[in-house]
């Protein structure tokens, strides 16, 4: 990055860094992410959101309104990551048979998570993944967390948890379609 | 600047926080990648204010510019993202594209700033909410009558009359008078799952042309799904024969919007505000 290219980042992002952390904190609220994960994950967004501005900073310095493509760039980034997350869910979907036959009202609550057949999803998922790729799993997939807190966690990158995580994505689309 | 766009928004400000909330959600899922954020981060703003009646804690933008240059424009994230958005991705264009849409290509793309909020404050004032009374400080008070040769009595015109009485919408809903020198197209007819759209065009000497469209939605969720694209200038409500107009300017074209259940009018195109209006007051009255 050119040194202009540099300043012109950063004082974009001193201006609107803010705005777009409280915008996909808006976002993630209204969808009811947990409170707990909401200000990490949408500080992570906001920032991947610079990560991708600093690619195309040369001709964001011409851009009529940086802050508004900063903005569409983040809601969209903020609409995939729903979508993952959405895909994600649906390997814990119950099955047809559960649904056609909810159980009756005195069925003991704790068992109905065996009956959707989440508890053999999960089962299977913990059998299939190494213990640092299932912590990983759990904290971004099920708990929400970002990439950092996971990467904290687990002592890596960012970069590192987003690629293994792409790799444990991949292995259990294969793994639970079976 | 942001002083204008507090005046600008300020009906948004007697929204509530979960329509607010709403409002950004259903903006979220625009794919058109419009910029919108103008009006995103007025309510922003609002929805600050109103937590608690104080911002929250601001960002330490020094803590997160520190970590972002360390942990995210780091060499190993060359040419990655952590929230990849794939084909939604807008590419930063040096200056704003100037291309002229068709006007009826125009009112199927989901729309600009205050576009958006037009289609989703169908749905709000439909709910009970009176979002449109509180932008009846806009209403014009100046009234326009007059006469003058249309084609009103043309075949095309009474062909897009026997269209809207097949599909039991009511005449009172279309102008009795139109600009003259304008010559009417044979209404043109589009069946989709959520609606049926019927739309006649006029065209004059001068190749100015208008058209009126009639759309009755399936539900009124699908009504609410329709949006239109409006460059920056304020939203005037024209109240005439029981009926509210929104007229705004798209463009180089003016659009007058009614809609009533799961009815929507639609005017546009080579109008002045006279006309407009002029058409409108013909639409209910003697």
């Known amino acids: 990055m050119l040194p202009e290219e540099q300043k012109f980042l950063e004082q974009l992002y001193r201006e609107a860094f803010d705005r777009i952390v409280h915008y996909i904190a808006s976002l993630l609220k209204s969808k009811g992410f947990p409170s707990e994960q909401i200000s990490g994950l949408a500080e992570e967004i906001a920032q991947d959101t610079f990560h991708t501005a600093s690619k195309k900073v040369s001709v964001l310095m011409e851009h009529p309104n940086p802050q508004g493509w900063l903005m569409v760039t983040a809601k969209n980034k903020f609409r995939q990551y729903k979508r993952r997350i959405e895909e994600s869910s649906r390997w814990f979907l119950p099955s047809n048979d559960f649904l056609e036959n909810l159980p009756d009202p005195s069925h003991n609550p704790a068992s109905v998570l065996d009956d959707m057949g989440y508890t053999d999803a999960m089962d299977r998922i913990r059998q299939n993944l190494s213990a640092e790729d299932f912590q990983l799993f759990r904290m971004v997939l099920l708990d929400h967390a970002s990439h950092k807190a996971a990467a904290q966690e687990l002592g890596i990158t960012v970069w590192a948890s987003q690629k293994r995580l792409g790799r444990i994505r991949n292995k259990l689309q294969k793994l639970l379609s079976q | ?286």
């Open chain 2, 1 to 286: 600047m942001a002083q204008d766009n507090r005046e600008k928004y300020a009906y948004l400000d007697q929204l509530s926080t979960r329509q607010l909330e709403e409002l950004l959600l259903a903006d979220a899922e625009d794919t058109s990648g419009r910029d919108t954020s103008e009006v995103v981060f007025h309510i922003l703003e609002v929805l600050q204010k109103r937590e608690d009646g104080l911002k929250p804690e601001p960002v330490d933008v020094d803590r997160a510019w520190e970590e972002f240059q360390r942990d995210y424009l780091t060499p190993e994230g060359e040419g990655q993202a952590l929230y990849p958005c794939g084909e939604d991705c807008p590419e930063p264009e040096k200056k704003p594209k100037a291309r002229r849409v068709p006007v009826w290509k125009t009112l199927r793309i989901a729309a600009a700033t205050v576009a958006l909020l037009f289609a989703l404050m169908v749905g709000a004032q439909a709910s009970g909410l009176n979002v449109f009374g509180a932008l009846a400080q806009w209403t014009s008070e100046t009234f326009h009558f007059g006469a003058g040769q249309s084609e009103i009595q043309s075949e095309n015109y009474q062909l897009f009359l026997d269209e809207l009485s097949k599909n039991k919408i009511s005449k009172e809903h279309v102008p009795t008078w139109l600009p003259s020198g304008f010559v009417a197209s044979e209404p043109f007819i589009e069946t989709s799952d959520s609606n049926i759209s019927i739309k006649i065009s006029f065209t004059n000497a001068d190749k100015d042309s208008f058209s009126i469209c009639i759309n009755h939605y399936t539900s009124q969720v699908d009504l609410e799904n329709n949006s239109f694209e409006k460059d920056n200038i304020s939203v005037e409500s024209y109240f005439s024969h029981g009926k509210t107009f929104y007229i705004f300017s798209n463009i180089d074209s003016t659009m007058a919007v009614w809609s009533e259940d799961a009815l929507l009018e639609m005017i546009w195109g080579d109008l002045s505000e006279n006309d407009m209006k002029t058409i409108i007051d013909s639409i209910g009255g003697s």
